[in-house]
């Protein structure tokens, strides 16, 4: 069963750093580029920032450029987005996504919620 598993999320407060994380199992993590998206209440789904299958180039929605950083451990099938300097437009649930054949991949997602 391919799956992702988010994890890393929280409560934090306007200026504070979180990193995500996103298991993935039942496929080659390896052979895939892995996104991150996030939903904010009420707001569509939108990308926020994707990695292609080696690591070798990132890629950031305008917004989060500077402050958020993906990266990937394809030796621990894991995925991670380290978010600095956060805001609290960037509350929300964040989700990990891939694409397999004619299949996307979506993880449960983890909450990050930013607030003082």
């Known amino acids: 069963q391919m799956q992702f598993v988010e994890s890393g999320g929280g409560l934090v407060q306007p200026g504070g750093s979180l990193t995500l994380s996103c298991v993935g199992s039942?496929?080659?993590?390896?052979?895939?580029?892995v996104y991150w998206y996030r939903q904010a209440p009420g707001k569509e789904r939108e990308w926020v920032a994707g990695?292609?299958?080696?690591?070798?180039?990132?890629y950031y929605e305008d917004s989060v450029k500077g402050r958020f950083t993906i990266s990937r451990d394809n030796s621990k099938n894991t995925c991670y987005l380290q978010m600095n300097n956060l805001k609290p437009e960037d509350t929300g649930v964040y989700y990990c996504?891939?694409?397999?054949?004619?299949?996307?991949?979506w993880g449960q997602g983890t909450r990050v919620t930013i607030s003082s």
């Open positions: 990695i292609v299958s080696t690591g070798s180039g990132a």
């Open positions: 996504y891939t694409s397999i054949s004619t299949s996307e991949l």
């Open positions: 039942g496929f080659t993590f390896s052979d895939y580029s």
